[in-house]
């Protein structure tokens, strides 16, 4: 029934960014295993694609974004500029945060992807503060946080989601349940295999999602942002996916199945949606190449990109700490 | 001039504030409706003039209400907010020290977080280790992050009206042994710059430099050291992040002598920034030895015996400055 509010077009665009995040997160992978290629610890979500997809897509301009570890997804779609994203990542001058970010702290104000940040379960109260002051201003705008099943046990979420919940704040609340933190599963770091019920105890609604489902992570999202716009409150999402890589591009999976691997190779979200976008006619295997194509030529533009331009000089290494800094 | 307590000078800075600046607002445990129903604490009466909207009582979470300021101050607003005692503060920590003070650097300069986050210190009320913790330490070692810590009701007002209106994250520390202090107090918008010292008295055989109540037990020890003729030069650092170097360092070329004096643990306390920064710009000018007055390295104790050891007294610092004489 909500399926078909999603107009075709919609549908393209949907695919169109899940592939484009594919792509851009394989090129990661081949660049991680080149010596001194991209600083630090590449932290892919090759797999949660729709996540990303389906969440981003469901959200206004004005809506804010914090973000996690895991966040070129949210970022790409939410469009943001991939060359100096690549940059960025690269940790070059040129990068949209002007290298200082790298991989990890990746944050574009100017799209709204206000924060991320890395220590686990830090969104949550940045989002509260983000929130409270859309309400403070009677702005339109939501704050959406996303984080891991991992992040759930961290008690400054549970703090966030009940001052949330007490200041009836509009922040969506998404648990991006990958099924691994680290190397524990669920059932290890979690005292309950449903983390949505956790809504429950700080009075919002809460539900879950098959995550390898852009178009249910859309409707799910779409429905929930309108409650918190709405003025009742939070809301709490959990997305049901896999995180096909390891913790980082240098965690092999020594610990991971490799038939839990290949029974989730198959229930990968980009296969299922092309499948089912090639049976309903929305589109050809012409245009599905044109879109592979597209996306692969957006990424080797941005790897060029960011293979020109130089890393910052060490004049800026000590620029942005204060907006007035203290010999000023 | 006003006659005002220092707790009623923080009130006048946060009256104005809220005043003058439609994007401040205050929250933390009890800045609405507080245990106490004392004209002396800072936030005494703002729920009743402002209103629930911009003066908001917290949950008891600190990580939430530091995050609050974090995620309120990057879209433009400018929050005050309270965690209620020093040692507390460590339940905020990773949101001041991971994240406002890192999170503009980290953003290229993209975005900007004009926080300010008021701490209740002291040693001296019986109150024990996790009341009595004075961690400003901790926080001048965290990039990003500045902390002031003012002495007198003026400096309180104005320094907490300069925090509040500054463009990046402000730690203001409220010493609970001055709340009830009275003292000329400016009317209005007055800013005490940060960053800059304060000389109470000249002198020319020794500088001590000293932040907070501590102040007041180097000025008690002054007058006895002007019997003994030894002659004194005060600083009131007021701020510690900026620091005033140039003050202390200027100061010590005359008098050629340096002893700090703060409540805190000498070890690694803020008193061997200082001394380090003295001994490696000034080296030359020194005629005698740094000494440093403040707390042993335990959890500050209970009972009245065994306080009195961790809080500096006039005794100490005399002992501190006629060592620093070689005599």
Not at chain 1, 72 to 82: P, Q, Y
Not at chain 2, 181 to 210: E, F, H, Q, Y
Request: with cysteine.
């Amino acid at each position: 029934m909500e399926k078909n509010k999603i107009t075709p077009d919609l549908r393209a665009l949907f695919y169109s960014r899940m592939v484009l995040i594919r792509k851009f997160e394989e090129k990661i992978m081949v660049l991680s295993q080149e010596p001194g290629r991209l600083p630090g610890m590449q932290i892919l979500a090759n797999g949660q694609e729709a996540v990303a997809t389906g969440i981003v897509s469901a959200l206004e301009p004005e809506d804010v974004i914090v973000s996690n570890h895991r966040s070129h997804g949210h970022l790409i779609a939410r469009e943001a500029d991939l060359n100096s994203l690549m940059a960025e990542i690269m940790a070059k001058g040129t990068g949209v945060n002007g290298g200082k970010a790298g991989t990890l702290h990746l944050a574009v104000p100017d799209i709204n992807v206000l924060m991320t940040s890395t220590v686990v379960g830090a969104g949550p109260p940045l989002a509260v503060g983000s929130a409270f002051a859309q309400q403070y201003k009677n702005s339109k705008g939501i704050t959406v946080v996303i984080f891991g099943d991992g992040a759930a046990a961290e008690g400054s979420v549970h703090e966030a989601m009940n001052l949330a919940g007490v200041w009836k704040l509009p922040v969506l609340f998404i648990c991006e349940n990958n099924c691994w933190a680290g190397a524990q599963r669920p059932e290890e770091h979690c005292a309950t295999p449903n983390i949505f019920l956790r809504a429950k105890g700080y009075n919002m609604p809460g539900h879950s999602v098959d995550g390898n489902d852009v178009e249910a992570v859309y409707n799910l999202s779409r429905k929930l942002s309108q409650h918190c716009r709405s003025g009742s409150g939070p809301a709490f999402m959990e997305t049901l996916t896999y995180r096909m890589r390891g913790h980082g591009e240098q965690d092999r999976q020594h610990y991971v199945d490799p038939k839990e691997l290949a029974i989730w190779e198959k229930k990968c979200p980009i296969r299922r949606y092309r499948k089912e976008l090639l049976d309903d006619g929305v589109l050809n295997t012409d245009q599905i190449q044109v879109i592979d194509q597209e996306a692969t030529a957006r990424v080797k533009a941005a790897v060029a990109f960011g293979d020109a331009s130089p890393y910052p000089g060490p004049e800026t290494a000590l620029t942005d700490v204060f907006v007035q800094p203290p010999n000023a | 001039m006003n006659q005002k307590t220092f707790g009623q000078a923080l009130n006048e800075a946060l009256t104005i504030a809220l005043e003058i600046d439609e994007n401040v607002f205050i929250a933390g445990e009890g800045v609405g409706v507080s245990i106490h129903q004392d004209p002396n604490m800072a936030t005494h009466g703002l729920l009743e003039k402002f209103g629930s909207r911009r003066v908001k009582d917290t949950p008891v979470s600190e990580a939430a209400i530091a995050g609050l300021a974090v995620g309120a101050s990057c879209l433009g607003l400018r929050p005050i907010v309270e965690i209620m005692f020093f040692p507390f503060i460590t339940l905020a920590s990773d949101m001041l020290v991971n994240h406002a003070g890192k999170l503009r650097y980290m953003s290229g300069g993209k975005s900007s977080f004009p926080l300010t986050v008021r701490v209740k210190a002291g040693v001296g009320f019986g109150a024990g280790s996790q009341h009595s913790h004075n961690l400003e330490s901790w926080i001048a070692h965290s990039p990003g992050l500045k902390i002031v810590w003012p002495s007198t009701p003026q400096d309180a007002k104005g320094l907490l009206l300069s925090a509040i209106f500054d463009p990046d994250p402000v730690i203001v520390v409220e010493d609970m042994m001055l709340f009830r202090m009275p003292g000329d107090v400016p009317a209005g918008d007055i800013r005490t710059p940060l960053g800059k010292a304060r000389m109470v008295t000249t002198g020319t055989d020794c500088t001590i430099v000293a932040y907070g109540s501590a102040l007041y037990t180097v000025m008690k020890a002054v007058e006895s050291l002007n019997e003994q003729g030894i002659s004194c030069e005060v600083i009131d650092l007021r701020s510690l992040v900026p620091l005033d170097k140039a003050c202390i360092l200027d100061s010590v070329r005359r008098t050629g002598r340096l002893v700090v004096v703060h409540e805190a643990c000498r070890f690694c306390g803020f008193g061997a920034e200082i001394a380090a920064m003295v001994a490696e710009e000034a080296f030359d000018a020194l005629k005698g030895p740094v000494k440093r007055v403040g707390a042993p390295q335990g959890p500050i104790p209970t009972a009245p015996t065994h306080e009195k050891i961790f809080k500096p007294d006039p005794d100490n610092v005399i002992l501190a400055v006629q060592e620093a004489m070689g005599r």
